[in-house]
Nanobody, 114 residues
Framework: QVQLVESGGGLVQPGGSLRLSCAAS????????MGWYRQAPGKQRELVAI???????NYADSVEGRFTISRDNTKNTVYLQMNSLKPEDTAVYYC????????WGQGTQVTVSS
């Protein structure tokens, strides 16, 4: 079992950047497919980016070229670097670990507004 804690959210102006962190405990992130999801008010939770145990990455079309997911096994942490942020990126962002079971963090709020 793994516990996930997200951090790094906040208020940022359009065009700005944020880096979200997902710190894991109880197990190594290296054995899980790790993902970032987001949920905006009134909308369903959607996949933003994933990184597999082999290091392959995949992104939602809406963030391709702006967001980068990465994993630091030595720190047992997964990151989401978000650049060129837009108001439509406003959401609660959740970290996810998937193997036999699926685990979620509590989420961190990202607000993009001038």
């Amino acid at each position: 079992q793994v516990q996930l804690v997200e951090s790094g959210g906040g208020l940022v102006q359009p065009g700005g950047s944020l880096r979200l962190s997902c710190a894991a405990s109880g197990s190594s992130v290296s054995i899980y497919h790790m993902g970032w999801y987001r949920q905006a008010p009134g909308k369903q939770r959607e996949l933003v980016a994933i990184i597999t145990t082999g290091g392959n990455t995949n992104y939602a079309d809406s963030v391709e070229g702006r967001f980068t997911i990465s994993r630091d096994n030595t720190k047992n942490t997964v990151y989401l670097q978000m650049n060129s942020l837009k108001p439509e990126d406003t959401a609660v962002y959740y970290c996810n670990a998937a193997r036999t079971n699926v685990y979620w963090g509590q989420g961190t709020q990202v607000t993009v507004s001038s």
